[in-house]
C-alpha cells in the first residue's frame, strides 16, 4: 500500500485502497448485514470508505486499514465498533466505482444490532436479512459479498 502525493490517496495493485465493515445482525437466527442508501448513487452498500493519513498509519498494514474501516464507520452512521471488530483476518474484493474508479475494498466483519444516524451524503439504511438481498439495487462491491455469500462466507459465522 503506498500513498500517492498528487493524488492525495493510498494505493495498491493501481486501485484506490478503501476499507469497511461488514456489519452484521444474528437477530432471531437469521444473519442480516447493514446497508447504507447514498442519496447521489441510489445504491445500496456498507459503510466504509478511502484510507486517508489520519487513519494512523503505522508499519502494521491491518491496523491500518482498521482505523480506517472504523472511522469511517464512525464518520457514516455514528456506531463505535472499536474492539467489536471479529478476530478475522480482512478479505479484500476488487471492483470499479459507479464512477468508473478502480478499487480494492478490503472488509472486517463486526456484530452489531445499533441503529445508525447517517451523515448527510445518505438517505438511508436497513438491517436487510442476507436471504432478501437480491431484492435491492446493490453497489459493485456488495453484489461481489454476495456471491461470497452464496459460496459459504458466512457458514462459520452462522453455526
Known amino acids: 500500500m503506498k500513498y500517492n ?3 492525495c490517496k493510498f494505493f495498491e495493485d493501481d486501485r484506490v485502497v478503501n476499507s469497511g465493515i461488514l456489519i ?5 437466527s437469521e444473519l442480516s448485514i447493514l446497508l447504507l ?17 489520519k487513519d494512523k498509519i ?3 498494514k491491518i491496523d491500518t486499514l482498521r482505523n480506517a474501516a472504523l472511522r469511517e464507520v464512525k464518520e457514516e452512521t455514528c456506531i463505535n465498533l472499536k474492539g ?4 478475522i483476518k480482512p478479505f479484500y474484493i476488487d471492483f470499479t466505482s459507479p464512477e468508473g474508479k478502480k478499487r480494492r475494498l478490503y472488509n472486517f466483519i463486526a456484530f452489531s444490532s445499533k441503529y445508525p444516524v447517517l451523515e448527510k451524503g ?5 438491517y436487510i436479512l442476507l436471504s432478501q438481498l437480491k431484492k435491492y439495487k446493490l453497489a459493485p462491491n456488495v453484489i461481489i459479498l454476495v456471491e461470497m455469500i452464496k459460496k459459504g462466507l458466512f457458514n462459520k459465522l452462522v453455526n
Do not use: A, Q, S, T
Open 5 to 7: 502525493k498528487l493524488k
Open 58 to 60: 503505522n508499519k502494521n
Open 37 to 53: 442508501k447514498r442519496k447521489d448513487y441510489k445504491d445500496w452498500e456498507i459503510p466504509g470508505g478511502k484510507v486517508e493519513l
Open 84 to 87: 467489536k471488530i471479529e478476530n
Open 24 to 28: 452484521l445482525n444474528n437477530k432471531n
Open 122 to 126: 445518505f438517505c438511508d439504511w436497513e
